[in-house]
């Protein structure tokens, strides 16, 4: 499983930063990017669901 | 003064929120519009729009073609020909439009990174235990006046490094802004005119040239957009919106969920039992409690789900009825602490996502986290005396609590 966060639509809210450290960071500017390219380790794919189904700009997407 | 308004009588054609029954309640009125009217119409302050379903909401949110964001808080007074025009605004970034509006809040962005805002969490639960301190001999006291409204405040003056004994003065400034908006094009004309607020900021502007310091103020001096300083007026109009948002807003939100919390044992019982589930809360009484209606002037004349829309017209862009729409959440009037998808909208949604989000939901977390902490149990000492602001900032002014 990936995650990947679509720059064009994220406006900053950090929900994902919030749930899911593991698998998301944000910049300065509160920019949200996904950490090891995307890819979720085992035990943190609820983590990823979560993250999708919190954030307000649907800016994140995930593949199997 | 405030000029004395007409009852309202049809809510899908005559629709005001500084009317008292919108004030005390207005879920059921967004529930029926959504039902009959979603994209209501109203005659008064020289015409008002209101979309309350969340697709609506989003939809011009997301549109700055057809909406300004010129001015945000609706009232008689239209920005005038004197005024700053768009894409700058009063009120830089909220109040301009793109592109400007990029430039000016990449400016401000890094100073409220959750990183930059972490490192306010210990002085904010410092205060917040402090204020819980002041109370401990009483068993009553007013959780809005003597807890809520104190944090945001002196968490935003030090962040500005304006003087802490200014509260007073700050809160007056408040009221002016966001809950005086019933007064007259004449009224609120003369209020700006009366230029205390610019003078206020002007004496801390020339303090701070005078005598940089590590704080915000500084760093709007110290800013610089294409390799120029911000003018006065912009450095000015930012200073006034980071204390006006900061403020009655995030007091607002920790007001609604205490508020909450004092009705709902089940939920403030196993917020003191489960420490962890304090982050997915605050988000969903933010989702049902979102303090924030923000406005839109339309900039050109075109049609809007049917409705069609006149430049000049103001439309009340209401994040709080988006996150109460059935349609997008379910069981959307229902307070689930545990929700576990919530898309919600309290902190807008496009380019103009508040600033101040991280803040404003650390400060919600803290002041929740170290009241549950020490008051687990405690009710509305009367319900019928709880008060509830006027205008686009909703939340409770006073909460008489009692501590069980």
């Known amino acids: 499983m990936r995650v990947h966060v679509d720059r064009e639509k994220c406006q900053g809210h950090n929900r994902c930063y919030a749930l899911a450290p593991e698998l998301f960071d944000v910049d300065d500017l509160g920019n949200a990017f996904e950490l090891n390219d995307g890819l979720v380790s085992e035990g943190l794919e609820d983590k990823a669901r979560r993250a999708v189904a919190n954030c307000p700009e649907y800016a994140i997407s995930i593949s199997e | 003064m405030t000029t004395e308004r007409a009852r309202v009588a049809d809510w899908a054609t005559d629709f005001d929120h500084t009317d008292p029954e919108w004030i005390a309640d207005p879920y059921p009125i967004w529930d029926e519009l959504r039902a009959t009217c979603p994209v209501a119409h109203s005659d008064r302050y020289g015409g008002t729009w209101l979309p309350v379903r969340h697709e609506d909401v989003a939809a011009v949110a997301y549109d700055t073609e057809h909406f300004t964001s010129r001015s945000v808080v609706v009232s008689e007074l239209r920005p005038g020909p004197d005024d700053l025009p768009a894409p700058i605004g009063l009120a830089p970034p909220i109040t301009s439009d793109p592109p400007f509006h990029a430039m000016a809040r990449r400016l401000l962005l890094p100073a409220f990174s959750p990183k930059r805002i972490a490192a306010l969490e210990p002085f904010t639960r410092q205060l917040c235990g402090e204020l819980l301190d002041a109370v401990a001999t009483r068993k009553e006291f007013d959780a809005a006046v003597e807890y809520a409204q104190h944090i945001p405040l002196r968490v935003i003056v030090r962040m500005l490094g304006f003087p802490q004994e200014d509260a007073d003065v700050f809160r007056r400034f408040i009221r002016m802004v966001l809950e005086d908006v019933g007064q007259s094009a004449e009224e609120r004309q003369a209020q700006v005119d009366d230029g205390e607020l610019d003078d206020y900021m002007n004496a801390r502007i020339a303090e701070h040239l005078d005598n940089p310091q590590d704080d915000l103020t500084t760093f709007l001096l110290d800013a610089e957009l294409d390799g120029n300083k911000l003018a006065p007026d912009h450095v000015r109009g930012t200073m006034v919106l980071l204390m006006i948002a900061g403020i009655d807003t995030t007091w607002s939100a920790i007001g609604a969920s205490l508020w909450h919390l004092a009705q709902n044992p089940v939920d403030r019982r196993r917020l003191a039992a489960e420490p962890d589930l304090m982050a997915t809360a605050i988000e969903e009484l933010l989702r049902a409690y979102a303090p924030v209606t923000m406005a839109r ?108």
């Open chain 2, 297 to 404: 002037l339309v900039a050109n004349d075109f049609e809007f789900k049917g409705r069609r829309m006149r430049e000049g017209d103001w439309l009340l862009l209401s994040f709080p009825a988006a996150n109460r729409d059935p349609g997008f959440f379910p069981d959307a009037d229902k307070v689930q602490i545990d929700r576990a998808e919530n898309r919600h909208a309290a902190f807008g949604l496009g380019i103009h996502r508040c600033i101040g989000s991280n803040l404003a939901r650390m400060e919600l977390r803290v002041a929740l986290e170290e009241w549950v902490k020490r008051y687990p149990d405690f009710e509305l000492a009367n319900p019928t005396e709880v008060t509830w602001s006027a205008g686009q900032v909703r939340g409770p002014r006073s909460i008489p609590v009692r501590i069980l």
